[in-house]
């Protein structure tokens, strides 16, 4: 049966290189349940709804978890309670059997990232890397060929390498982490400062991304209150 995160709204994901890898999920899903609120399967439809937005991110995800020649159980069960917490258990139960299948799958990131390059904004595309950093920082470390295959995702999907290290930035703790975070060197005038943050602050606000949804926009969060403290801790330091 379909579920709640890919019930609603499902459009775009289902054409295009994504469509073809998830096929046979839904060929074995579906049960008459009907797809709502959403434009027909392989409607041209450019709105990005809470279920392509899942399907996006857990074709990314598996991208993720190969790069390194092979998936542990430790890895997967890291990723497990990472959907559970983020959104919940029933949606997460449906969000792994489409995960183990793309594992399975062999195909080419740029064609994936090219059709969703046609369908989302900015805004979601670096939701999609802090996602992508979130999981793959689960296990308490976040190995650097997943870092070349997240950074390699980000090109791909058209996104500077700066907002990509300022994401990254969140989960890999360095001196200069906070203005990484703000996107600017430590030399930053204090007026430069201010600026970055008010940019920054603008960019990722969790409003960007509120037609995803609840469960999204609440990850959309943790990079907002991450910029906030990045900014007042610069601000302390320099005695602002």
């Known amino acids: 049966m379909l579920g709640r995160m890919f019930g609603a709204g499902l459009g775009w994901a289902f054409a295009g290189p994504i469509g073809g ?7 074995g899903q579906y049960d008459g349940a009907q797809v709502t609120s959403g434009p027909r399967i392989g409607s041209s439809s450019r709105s990005t709804r ?8 857990l074709v990314l995800v598996a991208a993720v978890m190969k790069a390194d020649g092979k998936v542990v159980k430790a890895e997967l069960d890291f990723v497990k309670q990472f959907l559970i917490k983020s959104f919940g258990r029933d949606n997460a139960q449906e969000m792994l059997v489409l995960l183990k299948n793309l594992l399975d799958q062999d195909y080419y990131i740029y064609e994936v990232a090219d059709q ?9 595309k670096l939701q999609l890397m802090h996602v992508l950093f979130g999981i793959s920082q689960a296990d308490g470390h976040i190995h650097v060929s997943e870092v070349e295959i997240i950074r390699e995702i980000g090109q791909h999907l ?8 300022a994401i990254m930035a969140i989960f890999v703790k360095g001196k200069k982490s906070f203005y990484k975070i703000l996107e600017i060197d430590p030399s930053a005038s204090d007026q430069e400062l201010k600026k970055a943050y008010r940019s920054m602050a603008a960019r990722f606000h969790p409003d960007k991304v509120q037609h995803l949804g609840s469960d999204f926009q609440k990850m959309a969060e943790e990079k907002f209150k991450a910029i906030n403290e990045a900014y007042q801790q610069i601000k302390t330091e320099r005695g602002l």
């Open 21 to 27: 890898l998830i096929g046979w999920w839904l060929g």
């Open 50 to 57: 809470p279920g392509d937005f899942a399907i996006a991110l």
């Open 116 to 124: 969703i390059n046609r369908h989302m904004n900015s805004a979601e």
């Open 158 to 165: 058209r996104l500077s390498m700066a907002d990509v290290d």
